[in-house]
């Protein structure tokens, strides 16, 4: 008979990208309490990062922290040398590192539409390269997982839903999302499984401006049917199921975790 883990991840490494705050932190946490190992990706603030492995380490599970931009090819492949010569390989990653740096689009500098690209969807790219490399050379190894890799990208509602002012952003995620299923498209017949989370409205950092001001809050809940704004830990669970073997026939899909943002609540009452 098959022995049942208790942790869904054990013996499993994981690579999260951008995960030294938000939602990145918390998929990092969730994800070594299922027993992974988890390699900390960060681009700046080395004390966060630290706390994050401390955390890590309090609960008995293993984490490492590496600083690389990755938007930066040569800095990703050093992430992912890293990453295999310290734990053996990796089975799980984690496209989180995204930003967001809004303009109008008659303002919008060169450097605001490339970096936006470049972080959240050339970053996606080139981690998700030397992933599914890894992946495709060891296959399936059936103590660890059924499949040979699975890749979970953090997207947003905005990969579907058009954001004036920051069309930047939108388009990153739009271009994630076809990334991300025409790579699941290619690979699936290696065993490999690749997915998308799109969060509506979660605390943190990146739009703290908006929900820590009451006015801009209410206005906020009402683009949310559920009525709350989300935490980083309802990311962190779905992006546990969809690493984990629970969702082993899920691939190519996106998964909005957003209370709902994406049924276009204006049209509840209107239309
Ligand atoms: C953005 C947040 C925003 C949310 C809902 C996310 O992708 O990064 O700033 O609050 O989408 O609009």
Redesign the pocket.
């Known amino acids: 008979m098959k022995t049942q883990s208790y942790y869904r991840l054990k013996r499993q490494t994981a690579i999260v990208t951008g995960a030294n705050s938000g939602i990145g932190k918390s998929i990092a946490i969730n994800l070594a309490r299922e027993g992974a190992n988890v390699v900390i990706n960060y681009h700046s603030r080395e004390e966060d990062t630290r706390e994050v492995i401390e955390e890590i380490k309090s609960f008995g599970g293993e984490a490492m922290g590496f600083k690389a931009d990755v938007s930066r090819e040569a800095e990703v492949d050093a992430m992912f040398r890293k990453t295999i010569e310290t734990y053996g390989t990796i089975h799980i990653l984690v496209n989180n590192a995204g930003i ?1 740096m809004d303009a109008p689009i008659d303002q919008m500098s060169i450097e605001q539409w490339q970096k936006v690209i470049d972080v959240n969807l050339t970053g996606t790219f080139l981690c998700s390269r030397l992933a599914i490399t890894e992946f495709k050379k060891r296959g399936v190894d059936e103590q660890v997982s059924v499949s040979a890799g699975k890749i979970i990208c953090i997207s ?3 990969e579907i839903i058009p954001w004036a002012g920051r069309a930047n952003y939108a388009a990153s995620k739009g271009g994630m999302m076809l990334l991300m299923k025409s790579m699941a498209q290619e690979t699936a017949p290696h065993m490999i499984r690749i997915n998308s989370i799109g ?3 979660i605390k943190t950092s ?2 703290k401006e ?1 929900w820590s001001d009451p006015e801009k809050a209410k206005k906020m809940l009402e683009l949310i049917p559920y009525n709350r704004l989300g935490e980083p830990e309802d990311i962190a669970r779905a992006a546990v199921w969809l690493a984990s073997d629970e969702s082993e026939y899920v691939t190519g899909t996106t998964l909005f975790v957003d209370g709902g ?1 994406t049924l276009y609540p204006g049209f509840a009452e209107g239309g």
């Open positions: 967001q947003s509602v905005h969060p509506g409205a990146i739009n908006y943002m």
